[in-house]
């Protein structure tokens, strides 16, 4: 029976262990993902560059790239300097159409027209569209090429988009950590 408890002690421990490693892993990946941002803004400031930012984070809301990228998948980002895209990248663009004015697509490249060593003209089109798209961009109006692929990740961002439910996923852990931490210090102070 004992052997029982100190082994079930001992697995909770474990992943315990575990996922404050994955998640200190990953606030440490954020923050350096923040710093390079922070420091690239600051450069473009200081150099007087109108640059898009180094890296950049967007959630897919269509199924156009089905099934590359999927719905509610979330990507990262990254600006390539001096035009280096290449046909079968896919990249992050301001929508040219008229009808889509403001909206950020999400496309792969299927022809590339070079105007000069810095400009070309994309033709674009996404993996699920059946036609390419009908406005072709230059390479201003990119933000960059997707890098990183995180599966169903939007739905996170579904989840805290609502003020209760940010509320409930920030109250409920500080509850249970505070709870915890006040048993120790009773059980502590009650041996003492």
Do not use: C, W
Request: hydrophobic residues 45%.
């Amino acid at each position: 029976m004992v052997q029982d408890i100190s082994k079930s002690k001992y697995i909770t421990n474990f992943v315990a262990r575990a996922f404050f490693i994955a998640v200190l892993a990953f606030l440490i990946l954020i923050g350096i993902l923040l710093a390079v941002y922070f420091a690239d803004l600051l450069v473009n400031r200081q150099t007087g560059r109108t640059d898009k930012p180094l890296f950049g984070a967007y959630v897919i809301v269509t199924p156009s790239m089905v099934p590359t990228i999927k719905v509610n998948d979330a990507i990262v980002i990254k600006r390539i300097d001096n035009d280096k895209y290449s046909i079968g990248d896919i990249i992050t663009f301001d929508s040219p159409s008229p009808i889509y004015q403001g909206f950020t697509i999400t496309h792969r490249i299927i022809n590339k027209v070079s105007e000069s060593s810095e400009i070309s003209t994309y033709t674009t089109k996404g993996d699920n569209n059946s036609i390419a798209d009908p406005n072709t961009i230059t390479t201003a109006s990119i933000h960059g090429k997707v890098f990183l692929k995180l599966p169903k990740l939007g739905y996170i961002k579904k989840f805290f988009s609502k003020p209760i439910n940010f509320f409930i996923a920030i109250i409920i852990p500080a509850l249970v950590l505070l709870l915890y931490d006040g048993s120790r210090i009773v059980s502590v102070y009650n041996k003492k």
